[in-house]
DNA sequence: GTTCCAGTTGAACGATCGTTCGAACGCGTG
DNA sequence: CACGCGTTCGAACGATCGTTCAACTGGAAC
């Protein structure tokens, strides 16, 4: 059988960096821990890589380009506004919590990144929230006007769910499915006024 | 006229350092930089401070000081729960949006302080953590159980409130009454299932 | 005038940083 | 065996980092 392709190691590679980064923070760590933590030499690192910005910037822009495109197709053919912010939270809350490292690189170390790189994952950024804002005018369109700013909601939906690298444990008493109900919840709850039933959260695991 | 004090010279290489900071970031920032941008010498600086995870540390604990003391004189003598968490949503973002910078330190660089500075910082932030779940709790025994985890909303709520330095613009066209405003009714909406109404949110600029 | 001390400085310290480079490796192909 | 090539490495580069220290200032106290 074929050792690991170079793609495969550098997945490998990118893998085992986001999560140094990810307990260490972008800048306290080294290229000379990176090679420590890949099991390759400090030479060797660069053999996959240009630089160790180019490094973060894989991290960042892969792991994007994911939720988008998941977001994409979870909310493709889906028309109910409510049913698509639900779908478009649970997969932003999934993809979170089962790439806890990488989504807590991309959330937090927005600012390391500079010029090229910077400004193609801030165009993500914009894609990704004007997703967000389009489907919330949906909302509106269907349930009225709402009760808070635009922008404010959606800045504030991201916040919640950005956040929670901060306190979240995957492996705690509170589920993946309980924590994307609640942000659910909580955030339509708020938004569009409705006391928000059980059946009206049609998931996956509902039934 | 006497020259500054030693403690008014100490605020205000506190106050440039967490300008820095938030611009740019802890780890990315040099003595240089701090001593350049407050106007005395590299070694200058090292007379007001012991080294440079102390001035982080000031900065942390300052502000979280006053935030806490700021939340303790506006939650003293309300009784009413919803009018507690109006009040604790005020104060916070009052101070986040006229602390910008200080706030942005002390959300965005909460690992890079180590030892006994990690821990006093730990234990002002469980502190005030407790206090929001205490307001829930009184929350939920008046208006019966609410829809959502308490801890998921607790630490929902700090996520829509910390994440704002990464978008908000406190010279731009939404106001911090405006803001707070909205983020009550986003988390009371969902969180009590209330269709919060203006009556029932009591501001100071209200009538 | 002399002493004293809080305040400030330039210059230097060792350590560590991201990055580079020439050499060596392993291995399929002639 | 010899060759070429993708892969890996040790060693070193210059730059910058946080921190220290002896020396200097200027004004109050005697």
Redesign the interface.
């Known amino acids: 059988m074929a050792g690991p392709t170079r793609d495969q190691k550098l997945d490998t590679l990118l893998s085992a960096a986001a999560k140094v980064f990810a307990e260490r923070?972008y800048?306290?760590t080294s290229m000379r821990d990176l090679a420590r933590a890949s099991g390759v030499s400090l030479a060797g690192v660069y053999y996959y890589v240009q630089s160790k910005e180019e490094l973060l910037y894989l991290i960042q822009s892969r792991n994007f380009e994911a939720v988008i495109a998941g977001m994409r197709a979870a909310l493709e053919g889906v028309t109910d506004p409510i049913e698509r912010i639900n779908r478009f939270i649970d997969n932003h809350l999934d993809y979170f919590v089962s790439h806890m490292s990488e989504m807590k690189v991309l959330s937090?170390e927005?600012?390391?990144l500079q010029g090229d790189y910077l400004q193609k994952v801030n165009d993500m950024k914009r894609e990704y929230t004007r997703a967000l804002m389009d489907v919330l005018a949906d909302v509106e369109r269907e349930h009225g006007p709402a009760?808070?700013?635009r922008?404010?909601?959606a800045?504030?939906l991201?916040?919640?769910?950005?956040?929670?690298y901060?306190?979240?444990d995957p492996l705690g008493d509170?589920g993946v499915e309980?924590?994307s109900q609640?942000?659910c919840?909580?955030?339509?709850?708020?938004?569009v006024?409705l006391?928000?039933s059980d059946a009206t959260l049609p998931r996956s695991s509902a039934g």
């Open positions: 923070g800048h306290e937090h927005a600012g390391a009760h808070v700013n922008r404010v909601a800045y504030s991201f916040g919640m769910m950005n956040w929670i901060n306190w979240y509170v309980l924590l609640n942000v919840h909580l955030f339509l709850g708020g938004y006024g006391p928000v």
